[in-house]
């Protein structure tokens, strides 16, 4: 199976660990507004690899938003942030984006991942 071309993973820096058990959501902003394109749960290891098929990833705007607060709430954490949203562009689709979560209870922080 080809890697999906937008993957992610995400790092509990509080406890040094992948968040396993994250919900993630993929929209795109097409012409009638953000349109659903993919969704997972974070592994064992903090990472969704399947989050969209190559027929489905096309230049412009993208978010991938993540249920941080179900996260927390399942550990009996209180936290700040209930939900993540990153929105990131993509010009090339020859290109793999990987977009990385660190986070906390609260606060987060992401980058271009490879």
């Known amino acids: 199976m ?13 406890r040094g660990r992948p968040a396993a058990g994250v919900a993630v959501e993929l929209v795109y902003q097409g012409a009638e507004g953000w349109e659903p394109r993919g ?7 903090g990472r969704v ?7 489905a990833f096309a230049p412009g705007t ?5 249920d941080t607060g179900g996260y927390f709430e399942a550990m009996g954490i209180s936290a700040f942030y209930p939900y ?27 980058y271009r991942g490879s």
């Open 2 to 14: 080809k890697k999906s071309p937008i993957t992610t993973h995400i790092l509990d820096t509080t």
């Open 49 to 55: 690899a399947d989050l969209i098929t190559a027929q």
């Open 62 to 66: 993208w978010q991938i938003s993540f």
């Open 84 to 110: 993540v949203s990153i929105t990131f562009l993509v010009q090339a689709t020859d290109e793999h984006y990987h977009v990385p979560l660190l986070l906390n209870p609260f606060g987060y922080s992401t």
């Open 39 to 45: 969704t997972g749960t974070t592994d064992a290891d």
